[in-house]
């Protein structure tokens, strides 16, 4: 049985899963409460081909600290690894 994470986790399944699978309970947390985060996608852009500006504002998105003094490669690798 699924345990109830509370408001603020809103699929406690998928989030439970994500945990399972060794993701930190911020990352499994946003992956949960995206509600895209179960649809099929590959149809966005890849990293290498937006801009500085595009990586940066994704960033900010999500929550990644230091953005601000990140070049392009540094933005396109803590994207990939948060």
Avoid: C, F, W
């Avoid at 595009?54 to 601000?68: F, H, M, T």
């Amino acid at each position: 049985m699924t345990k109830n994470h509370g408001p603020s986790i809103k699929n406690d399944e998928q989030y439970e899963a994500l945990r399972e699978q060794g993701m930190s309970k911020q990352k499994a947390a946003r992956i949960a409460n995206d509600p895209n985060s179960g649809k099929k996608g590959g149809k966005a852009e890849q990293y290498e081909d937006r801009s500085k500006k595009q990586l940066y504002d994704k960033a900010k998105e999500v929550g990644i600290e230091g953005r601000s003094k990140m070049n392009k490669e540094e933005l396109i690798h803590a994207l990939r690894n948060s």
